[in-house]
């Protein structure tokens, strides 16, 4: 999750901003979905625009230790690349390659932030 607002510098200027939310969710049984939406607007004086846009794949998950040491989360597609994060646990706190993911479940989070497994 992650969102940033910029207020016009001058009246009648213009301002704008954006949110930008990804998510992935692990399934039992080695399956997953990610899901990538972003919105986009600007607006002031006489002008406004607006954007939406959204994305998202689906395939088999799984997790590999390497040779290293370090420990990858791999995401193998349908259609596309495989993609592969490190995956580490800082204090509770999962980043997957140094970006701070939230682990969210149905039972402590409520179906809103629950992972979406068939």
Do not use: F
């Not at 979905?33 to 600007?42: E, F, K, N, Q, V």
């Not at 959204?54 to 349908?78: C, F, Y």
């Amino acid at each position: 999750m992650e969102s940033y607002s910029s207020p016009s510098a001058t009246e009648g200027g213009i301002g704008g901003g954006y949110s930008l939310n990804r998510r992935i969710d692990l399934c039992p049984a080695g399956r997953y979905t990610t899901r990538t939406d972003s919105d986009h607007t600007l607006s002031g004086g006489e002008v406004s625009a607006y954007d939406q846009t959204g994305s998202g794949n689906e395939g088999r998950w799984s997790t590999v230790r390497l040779p290293n040491g370090d420990t990858v989360l791999r995401l193998t597609p349908t259609q596309g690349a495989v993609q592969e994060y490190r995956l580490t646990d800082e204090g509770g706190k999962t980043y997957l390659d140094g970006a701070r993911w939230y682990r969210t479940t149905l039972a402590d989070d409520g179906p809103e932030y629950a992972p979406d497994c068939p």
